[in-house]
């Protein structure tokens, strides 16, 4: 089956501590994104990636860091730098191709912090 | 920063009604896309329309286009309890980076 993991799916931090969210695709994507929601809210960019070895900022970066070693591979840290982390995180991939951006969504991991 | 603002930000309708949402959006775009999240999951990619289209069809799923007002419309025909769930607007600028709306959230009653 071709998708996108997220692992964990509900994930529990204390006060200070970095957190390590993982997403996976098996799409042969080239691009990837994470996105903050929050209740009620639209998603936020947090960090996006065209191309292996290389990533953006979106929106919202800090307190959050990314690495891109692998294509099929997007880990997304929430460092202790983010003042207010609690918040459900979705990665999602997309390939471009000539009807424009359209983009693939994992289940989300829903990080909360105690 | 989000571009798309929907509106109503929620809908309760009865089974078998249809059910039409709005979204307006800020700068010119490449694509408008349409987005389903069932509560606590993911978002399903629904529909995209492009700049130079004005209307397009998919199953119950109904998506009209204005650029001269920067909206778009999505109407779901003949709902179905399963329809509950919340919609969002997303506009393509064509930089690889897509911006949400807040969503509506729609609520179909048996």
Same mark, same amino acid.
């Given at each position: 089956?071709? $998708?996108?993991?997220?692992?964990p799916? #509900?994930?529990f931090r204390?006060?200070?501590q970095?957190?390590?969210?993982?997403?996976?695709?098996?799409?042969n994507h080239?691009?990837? #994104?994470?996105y903050?929601?929050?209740?009620?809210?639209?998603l936020r960019l947090i /960090? #996006?990636?065209q191309i292996v070895?290389?990533?953006?900022?979106?929106?919202i970066a800090e307190? /959050?860091?990314v690495s891109?070693?692998?294509?099929?591979?997007?880990?997304?840290?929430?460092t202790?730098?983010?003042?207010?982390p609690t918040?459900?995180y979705l990665c999602?991939?997309?390939?471009? $191709?000539?009807?424009?951006?359209?983009?693939f969504?994992?289940?989300g991991?829903r990080l909360t912090?105690l | 920063s989000?571009?798309?603002e929907e509106?109503?930000?929620?809908?309760?309708?009865q089974?078998g009604?249809n059910a039409?949402m709005?979204c307006? &959006?800020?700068?010119?775009i490449?694509?408008l896309?349409? &987005?389903?999240?069932?509560?606590g999951?993911?978002?399903v990619?629904l529909?995209?329309?492009?700049?130079n289209?004005?209307e397009?069809h998919s199953g119950r799923l109904? +998506?009209?286009?204005?650029t001269?007002?920067k909206s778009s419309?999505?109407?779901i025909?003949?709902?179905?309890?399963?329809?509950?769930?919340? &919609?969002f607007?997303a506009?393509?600028?064509?930089? &690889?980076?897509?911006?949400?709306?807040a969503?509506?959230?729609?609520? +179909?009653?048996?």
């Open positions: 089956d071709g $998708g996108i993991t997220q692992s799916k #509900y994930l204390k006060e200070g970095n957190v390590t969210l993982s997403c996976e695709q098996n799409l080239d691009a990837m #994104y994470w903050r929601q929050d209740p009620g809210q639209g /960090y #996006y990636s070895n290389d990533f953006q900022k979106g929106d307190g /959050y860091s891109r070693e692998k294509k099929e591979s997007f880990p997304l840290t929430v202790s730098a983010q003042k207010n918040a459900f999602a991939s997309s390939i471009e $191709g000539t009807s424009g951006t359209r983009q969504f994992g289940p991991t912090v | 989000q571009q798309g509106d109503p930000q929620a809908l309760s309708i089974e009604e039409t709005n307006s &959006y800020k700068t010119s490449n694509n896309q349409w &987005y389903r999240q069932n509560s999951r993911g978002l990619h529909i995209l329309i492009r700049s289209e004005r397009k109904r +998506v009209t286009l204005d001269s007002k419309s999505l109407l025909t003949a709902s179905r309890a399963a329809d509950t769930a919340s &919609y607007c506009t393509d600028r064509g930089d &690889y980076k897509l911006s949400f709306g969503g509506t959230t729609v609520t +179909v009653r048996a």
